[in-house]
């Protein structure tokens, strides 16, 4: 054997044994490779119900409620507005916005209050782990 035939036989078995140790690893598991992790579900964090009576709680007048969230993603928040009197309305829906490190969103609604109220609304989320607000209270004397 010549020293030419020793080298090109020291690179062929150098090749073959990467090239098996390559195959083992990879057909022993993943190779030490990351698989993608698992998609984040939508999780609303916090959800606020605020409502401002008509000017001084005299009837007519203009009520505004506004509701606001935060998420740990984007995507769109569907909620549900519950009166005290177990009526309800909505569903309603608001798409997450990214705000520094944080996801937030708001919905706002003005309606005119012409007959005397004194009730209590709040805002429930309807999926991403329904959390709800606390009760908020309106009021309006004619």
């Known amino acids: 054997m010549n020293r030419r035939t020793l080298i090109y036989t020291g690179i062929a078995a150098a090749l ?9 690893a990879a057909f022993a598991g993943n190779g030490g490779l990351v698989y993608n992790p698992n998609a984040v579900k939508m999780k609303v964090k916090d959800v606020t119900l605020g409502i401002k009576s008509p000017a001084g ?5 203009v009520a505004r409620l506004s509701v606001f969230f935060r998420a740990n993603k984007k995507g769109k928040i569907k909620f549900l507005l519950v009166r005290e009197n177990g009526s309800v309305s909505g569903p309603y829906s608001v798409q997450t916005q990214k705000y520094g ?13 012409q007959t005397p109220i004194n009730t209590r609304y709040r805002a429930v989320v309807t999926h991403a ?7 908020v209270p309106l009021k309006a004397y004619c």
């Open 16 to 24: 073959g044994l990467a090239t098996a140790v390559t195959a083992s």
């Open 101 to 113: 490190n944080e996801y937030r969103a708001s919905y706002t609604k003005v309606f005119n209050v």
């Open 129 to 135: 782990g329904k959390k709800g607000s606390r009760w």
């Open 57 to 61: 709680n005299i009837c007519p007048g």
